[in-house]
């Protein structure tokens, strides 16, 4: 199995711009996770999808962030506009089951905005 | 709410130390709990893992017991090689809920 990819792998922007990222989780897999990571914050939970339907998104900063997952082979993470405070690695992560399962991560986009 | 606490790091050890990390968990209910390590410049992957309490959970040479009474899930290795530098990170969930509750993560550098 290819395991979860995750594109770009990096990314560069400047402040004001649209990002998105994107994620294809393992196949068969029914439940994906966004995560955040920063020096600051560590590990935090975006959002979760369970059959492609949103679960819980408390973790979504504001309004600025945006997920969506229409198919069970594809979800995007965009930010607009983003601005610099937004930089960190992005992990998306996929798992079987609806809770309690091992979750599978993948390398993560490393987001810097300038 | 539920929370992981893990031992400040950075961890230094010569090859072949003995490693212990700490973590403890607060939670309201009975989770499942996980050891994950992320190698530099890569995502996380799963360490080891245990449902219940009581359950040990082994991999690679690492282990860590669920011990419900003392809210805890230490992880151990007897012989740590420099292949072993990473940062691990103690989390938990439900079974009725996918989110992860990671803690602040651990950094490991083993020097020969």
């Known amino acids: 199995d290819a395991g979860v990819i995750q594109s770009p792998r990096h990314e560069v922007t400047e402040m004001g711009q649209e990002v998105t990222l994107r994620c294809k989780p393992i196949?068969?897999?029914?439940?994906l996770f966004w995560y955040r990571q920063t020096m600051m914050r560590g590990l935090e939970l975006l959002i979760y999808?369970?059959?492609?339907?949103?679960?819980?998104d408390s973790g979504m900063p504001e309004d600025r962030f945006s997920a969506k997952m229409p198919n069970a082979s594809f979800s995007t993470l965009k930010i607009q506009p983003s601005e610099p405070r937004d930089s960190a690695v992005y992990f998306c992560?996929?798992?079987f089951g609806t809770g309690g399962e091992t979750q599978y991560f993948g390398p993560g986009t490393r987001l810097t905005v300038l | 709410g539920d929370s992981v606490t893990q031992m400040e790091g950075p961890v230094t050890l010569s090859e072949e130390a003995f490693l212990t990390i700490n973590c403890t968990y607060t939670?309201?209910?009975?989770?499942?709990l996980f050891w994950y390590v992320q190698y530099p410049g890569e995502g996380l992957q799963l360490l080891l893992k245990?449902?219940?309490?009581?359950d040990k959970g082994s991999n690679k040479g690492f282990e860590a017991t669920y011990r419900k009474e003392t809210t805890s899930f230490h992880l151990e290795k007897g012989s740590v090689q420099v292949s072993d530098s990473a940062v691990y990170f103690c989390?938990?969930?439900?079974?009725?809920?996918?989110?992860?509750?990671f803690g602040q993560g651990t950094e490991l550098s083993v020097k020969p």
């Open positions: 196949s068969g897999h029914n439940s």
């Open positions: 245990a449902t219940k309490a009581d």
């Open positions: 999808f369970n059959n492609n339907v949103p679960i819980d």
């Open positions: 939670a309201t209910g009975y989770p499942s």
């Open positions: 992560a996929s798992s």
């Open positions: 989390a938990l969930t439900y079974n009725q809920g996918g989110k992860l509750i």
